[in-house]
């Protein structure tokens, strides 16, 4: 039987997610969304293209019928309100809370043994929402945000080295914003650390842009924020679970003890496969670097805490 993968929002991650998924033929997409007529619309294009890019995969778009989510191996959710100009990832927080917590209860109830990754942002507090509203176990709720703020990483240095991608590992631990932590230390082009190819101003300042890539991109768009890339790390998320293919990539997951960090979402790296998370990676850190990640944490803490004061208010 075919695999199926449901991506919630048909906005710009959501479309280019389905468009990946398809041509890869790593699934059948069903496209959900409020809007009338656009995941209807989007996924018949992508269907029309499907000849010419040569695959087979179903495309189905539908406005808010979770029925045809039923028994998705893998549901993206990207709905929500992407950030803004100006706008901080905390000030999506009430809006986004409310969607990502609506979508993912008509999600539970039609494909309770899915994985679902998470998109929308703020990330890791939106995973808290999915984790405690879906009632799912740890290891099918996964945040996507490593992969794309290392895959910024990864970009940046090959740019700067003039090397393929191919050649680079990057990566970056913690939250998914400002605090996040790039590890250059466990940065490598073709198995050589970077700390030895590149000085450290040089470095440093990849750095800064790689926590600053996100808005970098929103500042020259104007109106909306990145999509490709978000798209291709969740997609790759996607691929190396339904393909079982034990890939080991930075995830927010959920935390109980490891890196010293409790009930909480945090960007480390996960083994993925069929089950969803099958092991979490430690490794082991500098005095600085674990500094680092327990002020990501409690960033990250600081918007749980959050959330449940405005779920409070809002009662
Ligand atoms: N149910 C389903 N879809 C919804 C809902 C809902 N309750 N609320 C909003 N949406 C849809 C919107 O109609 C829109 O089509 O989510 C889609 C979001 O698409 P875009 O506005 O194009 O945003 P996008 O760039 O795709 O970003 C989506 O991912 O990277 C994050 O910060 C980003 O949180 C944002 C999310």
Excluded at 283 to 312: F, H, P, Q, W, Y
């Amino acid at each position: 039987m075919r695999k199926k993968v449901t991506v919630v929002g048909a906005g710009n991650v959501g479309a280019t997610a389905a468009m990946r998924v398809a041509e890869k033929e790593l699934a059948d997409v069903v496209l959900i969304d409020i809007l009338e007529g656009v995941p209807a619309g989007k996924a018949l294009d992508l269907m029309e293209a499907a000849p010419v890019e040569k695959h087979d995969s179903r495309v189905t778009g539908v406005t808010g019928d979770y029925s045809e989510a039923r028994d998705s191996d893998i549901v993206i959710i990207t709905a929500g309100i992407a950030r803004r100009p100006g706008m901080s990832r905390d000030d999506l927080l009430t809006t986004n809370m409310k969607i990502v917590g609506s979508v993912v209860q008509e999600i539970a109830s039609v494909a309770p043994g899915a994985v679902l990754i998470i998109v929308s942002n703020p990330l890791d507090a939106m995973c808290h929402v999915a984790y405690d509203t879906s009632g799912f176990s740890k290891t099918k709720v996964i945040g996507m945000a490593g992969v794309l703020d290392s895959a910024r990483f990864r970009a940046f240095i090959a740019m700067e080295l003039g090397v393929s991608v191919e050649n680079v590992h990057a990566f970056v631990l913690g939250g998914h914003g400002d605090t996040m932590v790039p590890l250059p230390r466990y940065s490598t082009v073709a198995g050589i650390p970077i700390t030895e190819l590149l000085p450290g101003d040089r470095i440093e300042s990849i750095v800064q842009r790689t926590r600053q890539g996100g808005a970098e991109i929103v500042g020259l768009l104007k109106t909306g924020s990145a999509f490709y890339a978000p798209a291709s790390s969740a997609v790759q998320m996607a691929e190396a679970i339904l393909k079982d293919k034990k890939m080991i990539l930075p995830c927010a997951a959920y935390l109980q003890g490891e890196y010293g960090i409790n009930d909480l979402f945090i960007g480390v790296p996960v083994k993925l496969g069929a089950q969803g998370i099958e092991e979490i990676i430690e490794i082991t850190l500098t005095a600085e670097e674990e500094k680092a990640l327990k002020d990501s944490a409690a960033a990250v803490e600081g918007l749980v805490d959050d959330m449940k004061r405005l779920k409070n208010a809002g009662e």
